[in-house]
């Protein structure tokens, strides 16, 4: 069975600091995605990036970048430029099985931006 | 990206009742997911939804307990039959394709009293 793990339960930074949130998974699979989520106080998931895993070019969204390392099954969150906004539970989470929809999520990660 | 609508955004429950909660999609999709997210937990599948057939469920939830319609494409609902304290959580549907990311309604937080 797939797994996606999250070693920082919580981390807080300063306003305009740069953050990374680590995610390390296990798969046997060759093809897939990774997605990282969202989830804000307001409780709405919201899909802040995802990386195919053929794919060597690490995804980039605005702020957010993410560090994929497939042979080491590594995929970590870089937020540059932090906002109070930004203060949320980051979910990285992976199909469970190759092809499918449903997915599998980390325990998350509390962050907190301080002013 | 799908548009996602579920009703009841929030809702206090009595133990031993049930509660029917709605997802409505802005387009047809094939499947759609409820999960279940317990206080400062992360979320757990509870079951696939599949128009046509009964719905697929994950180890560790029943139908008798969790019961899902899915009366057509666009529509599911997720009843929380018998509701107990440990029932108290929030609630999300989502619609995705095949590797492509899923979009999130904006869940129903339950209370069970």
């Known amino acids: 069975a797939q797994t996606v793990t999250q070693s920082q339960p919580e981390m807080s930074v300063q306003e305009a600091e740069t953050v990374t949130l680590s995610c390390t998974y296990d798969?046997?699979?060759?093809?897939?995605?990774l997605f990282w989520y969202k989830q804000p106080p307001s409780r709405q998931m919201i899909l802040v990036i995802r990386q195919e895993a053929y794919k060597q070019q690490n995804a980039t969204e605005n702020r957010f970048s993410v560090n994929f390392q497939k042979a080491a099954k590594s995929f970590s969150l870089k937020i540059s430029d932090s906002q109070l906004g930004d203060t949320a539970m980051y979910f990285c989470a992976f199909p469970s099985i190759q092809g499918a929809q449903k997915l599998v999520f980390g325990q998350g990660t509390r962050l907190t931006i301080n002013p | 990206s799908a548009v996602i609508s579920q009703k009841p955004s929030r809702d206090i429950c009595q133990r031993g009742t049930s509660l029917t909660i709605q997802c409505q999609v802005d387009?047809?999709?094939?499947?759609m997911f409820w999960y279940r997210q317990q206080p400062g937990q992360s979320l757990t599948l509870i079951a696939t939804a599949n128009q046509g057939s009964e719905a697929t469920y994950e180890s560790g939830f029943v139908i008798d307990k969790f019961p899902i319609s899915r009366p057509n494409l666009t529509f599911s609902t997720l009843t929380v039959s018998n509701m107990s304290p440990e029932d108290s959580s929030i609630y999300l549907c989502?619609?995705?394709?095949?590797?492509?990311?899923?979009?999130f309604g904006d869940g129903t937080r339950l209370s069970i009293l």
């Open positions: 387009s047809q999709v094939t499947m």
């Open positions: 798969t046997s699979e060759s093809n897939y995605y």
């Open positions: 989502s619609v995705g394709g095949t590797d492509q990311p899923q979009h």
